[in-house]
């Protein structure tokens, strides 16, 4: 079954149970249990033991000559989250996102000013997807609460600027492992020399990321205009108590703490933005430090901005932000407990807390590591890449790449797996062929693998934003996927422009008259802005 059209069946499975149960670990659960039920071939015994090797390899990375060692990455990533969950609950409790919403309250006065704000906040904090999936939410959530703007919003405006940021920013977790693909791309096609290298090439492929523009665009109009379609106009409604509340989010959503937490009189907002503070600070900078000490450790040699991001440890670096983020909350509550704000019980009584609301979304996270897992071995990218024919003619392939990587990055899960597996591809088949086109074709592989990991109910960052939002994950797919499919089709028809016309600026300009007729279609069909 591996490598062949029945590769598709467990992701295809997983994407349906998801959008139409809008049950999250049911719908992992089945994906799981197909996709080991197909490399088994069948066979009940040897199905379960594959989910038991693939939920133990999330944990523990097997070793050819030994007993293995911990999976450092993921359980880093764990980690971090429910250190989150933990700071979140002692910036609750002592008040600071209380005195944060109030202050915000008195400056951020509309609801487009809220949605700016978070919006603006995605595409500032650029340096890692993961970081800013999480921390985005943590600071614009009390202000987006109090303008009723959805919990579905907020996790929309926060995934539609994360990697699309991500992926055009050399400085950034992502710009260092695409330019260090592109090199290979270049090496392999004999152009390693040609005197633009791959950081100039890289650079090139920016203003070519028609996704990148559209998705940014649609979160522009969206913000402005406060217009929605399709689930989101349900979303919005139920925020501004126009609907019941429970009558279309899911339930309870991954960081969503008791009401019964207790809350400091004495708040301020400093008991919020130091910890975030501190957390991001330390976190960048554990970015640029682990990053140097690999590459001196590999090479000898001082590293440049670059390496350092190339070669950085993000999982290790947002696992040390996390600890001393929750050091300086942990600081903050004693200021309180101190002046007799808060009970020394409150100190359990908050860990337990941040540790129950995020235990969700480190759940969804695992299972969607071992679908995704699965998914590999089953050869799902590999039969989707082989999709691709060199004798089709060369003014469609970026149109065509563009969606293979949408569908591969929407199968797997995963859009860093897409462009490990289809630049090489796109280097080969456009390198000879029709070098012209070599840029253009990267860009589309770029922004294919980050639309369908938009649209990808498996994706790790998909998971993230809605933890980070504190939104129910199935809420979040469903409200965010008919924006992504918006901006998926004006990018399809760009890359048609610019393949057909040979003239990138042709597609940007496409993307611009797209985005135009969905302002003018949605301020005719759409929500209207309230408050």
Same mark, same amino acid.
């Given at each position: 079954m591996?490598?062949?059209?029945?590769?598709? =069946?467990?992701?295809?499975?997983?994407?349906?149970?998801?959008?139409?149960?809008?049950?999250?670990?049911?719908?992992? &659960?089945?994906?799981? @249990?197909?996709?080991?039920?197909?490399?088994?071939? &069948?066979?009940?015994?040897?199905?379960?033991?594959?989910?038991?090797?693939?939920?133990?390899?999330?944990?523990?990375?097997?070793?050819?000559?030994?007993?293995?060692?911990?999976?450092?990455? /993921?359980?880093?990533?764990? *980690? =971090?989250?429910?250190?989150?969950?933990?700071?979140? %609950?002692?910036?609750?409790?002592?008040?600071?996102?209380?005195?944060?919403?109030?202050?915000?309250?008195?400056?951020?006065?509309?609801?487009?000013?809220?949605?700016?704000?978070?919006?603006?906040?995605?595409?500032?904090?650029?340096?890692?997807?993961y970081?800013?999936?999480?921390?985005?939410?943590?600071?614009?959530?009390p202000?987006?609460?109090?303008?009723?703007?959805?919990?579905?919003?907020?996790?929309?405006?926060?995934?539609s600027?994360?990697?699309?940021?991500?992926?055009?920013?050399?400085?950034? /977790?992502?710009?260092?492992?695409?330019? #260090?693909?592109?090199?290979?791309?270049?090496? %392999?096609?004999?152009?390693?020399?040609?005197g633009?290298?791959?950081?100039?090439t890289?650079?090139?492929?920016?203003?070519?990321?028609?996704?990148v523009?559209?998705?940014? *665009?649609?979160?522009?109009?969206?913000?402005?205009?406060?217009?929605?379609?399709?689930? $989101?106009?349900?979303?919005? +409604?139920?925020?501004?108590?126009?609907?019941?509340?429970?009558?279309v989010?899911?339930?309870? +959503?991954?960081?969503?703490?008791?009401?019964?937490?207790?809350?400091?009189?004495?708040?301020?907002?400093?008991?919020?933005?130091?910890?975030?503070?501190?957390?991001?600070?330390?976190?960048?900078?554990a970015?640029?430090?682990?990053? #140097?000490?690999?590459?001196?450790?590999?090479?000898?040699?001082?590293?440049? @901005? !670059?390496? $350092?991001?190339?070669?950085?440890?993000?999982?290790?670096? !947002?696992?040390?932000? &996390?600890?001393?983020?929750? !050091?300086? #909350?942990l600081?903050?509550?004693?200021?309180?407990?101190?002046?007799?704000?808060?009970? %020394?019980?409150?100190?359990?009584?908050?860990?337990?807390?941040?540790?129950?609301?995020?235990?969700?979304?480190?759940?969804?996270?695992?299972?969607?590591? $071992?679908?995704?897992?699965?998914?590999?071995?089953? *050869?799902?990218?590999?039969?989707?890449?082989?999709?691709?024919? +060199?004798?089709?003619?060369?003014?469609?392939?970026?149109?065509?790449? =563009?969606?293979?990587?949408?569908?591969?990055?929407?199968?797997?899960g995963?859009?860093?797996?897409?462009?490990? @597996?289809?630049?090489?591809?796109?280097?080969?088949?456009?390198?000879?062929?029709?070098?012209?086109?070599?840029?253009?074709?990267?860009?589309?592989?770029?922004?294919?693998?980050?639309?369908?990991?938009?649209?990808?109910?498996?994706?790790?960052?998909t998971?993230?934003? /809605?933890? &980070?939002?504190?939104?129910?994950?199935?809420?979040?797919?469903?409200?965010?996927?008919?924006?992504?499919?918006?901006?998926?089709?004006?990018?399809?028809?760009?890359?048609?422009?610019?393949?057909? /016309?040979?003239?990138?600026?042709?597609? !940007?300009?496409?993307?611009?008259?797209?985005?135009?007729?969905?302002?003018?279609?949605?301020?005719?069909?759409?929500?209207?802005?309230?408050?």
């Amino acid at each position: 079954m591996e490598h062949t059209v029945w590769s598709l =069946f467990p992701p295809l499975l997983t994407v349906a149970l998801a959008i139409v149960t809008r049950r999250v670990l049911l719908a992992l &659960g089945a994906g799981i @249990l197909s996709a080991a039920l197909l490399l088994s071939g &069948g066979d009940v015994g040897a199905t379960l033991q594959r989910v038991l090797e693939t939920f133990s390899a999330v944990f523990w990375t097997p070793g050819e000559d030994s007993a293995g060692e911990l999976n450092v990455w /993921s359980l880093s990533v764990l *980690g =971090f989250l429910l250190l989150l969950g933990i700071l979140t %609950a002692f910036v609750t409790l002592t008040g600071g996102a209380r005195a944060f919403g109030e202050w915000a309250l008195r400056r951020v006065r509309s609801r487009r000013a809220a949605g700016a704000l978070a919006a603006v906040l995605g595409v500032a904090i650029f340096i890692d997807d993961y970081f800013n999936a999480l921390v985005v939410g943590q600071v614009a959530r009390p202000v987006t609460d109090r303008h009723q703007i959805s919990r579905a919003k907020l996790a929309y405006l926060i995934d539609s600027t994360a990697a699309p940021v991500c992926v055009v920013s050399p400085i950034s /977790s992502w710009g260092a492992y695409i330019i #260090a693909l592109i090199g290979g791309v270049l090496t %392999a096609e004999g152009l390693a020399g040609s005197g633009q290298g791959a950081l100039g090439t890289f650079l090139q492929t920016i203003p070519q990321n028609f996704y990148v523009w559209a998705a940014l *665009g649609l979160v522009a109009v969206t913000v402005w205009t406060g217009r929605d379609f399709g689930a $989101m106009q349900r979303y919005e +409604a139920e925020a501004r108590g126009e609907l019941p509340a429970g009558s279309v989010t899911s339930g309870a +959503a991954p960081g969503e703490l008791s009401a019964a937490l207790p809350v400091s009189g004495s708040g301020r907002t400093g008991d919020l933005l130091w910890p975030i503070g501190v957390l991001t600070l330390a976190t960048v900078g554990a970015m640029f430090w682990s990053g #140097a000490a690999a590459y001196r450790a590999e090479t000898g040699q001082a590293a440049t @901005l !670059l390496q $350092m991001l190339e070669y950085t440890d993000v999982a290790g670096s !947002l696992l040390w932000g &996390g600890v001393l983020g929750v !050091l300086t #909350a942990l600081l903050r509550w004693l200021g309180h407990w101190r002046r007799g704000a808060l009970a %020394a019980g409150s100190l359990a009584q908050g860990m337990l807390e941040g540790l129950r609301a995020m235990f969700p979304a480190v759940v969804v996270l695992v299972l969607a590591w $071992m679908t995704t897992d699965l998914i590999g071995q089953l *050869g799902t990218g590999d039969y989707l890449a082989g999709l691709v024919q +060199a004798s089709l003619p060369a003014a469609i392939l970026p149109a065509l790449l =563009f969606s293979l990587a949408a569908a591969m990055a929407f199968a797997t899960g995963t859009s860093w797996g897409t462009f490990g @597996l289809l630049l090489p591809i796109t280097g080969g088949l456009l390198g000879t062929a029709a070098p012209e086109l070599l840029i253009t074709g990267l860009a589309a592989v770029l922004a294919g693998s980050v639309m369908g990991d938009h649209c990808s109910p498996i994706s790790d960052t998909t998971i993230l934003s /809605s933890a &980070g939002a504190g939104c129910h994950h199935s809420d979040h797919v469903v409200s965010q996927l008919p924006y992504a499919l918006v901006g998926g089709a004006i990018t399809l028809l760009a890359y048609l422009v610019a393949g057909l /016309s040979g003239q990138f600026w042709l597609g !940007l300009l496409t993307v611009v008259l797209g985005l135009a007729a969905y302002s003018w279609w949605v301020g005719r069909a759409g929500q209207p802005l309230r408050g």
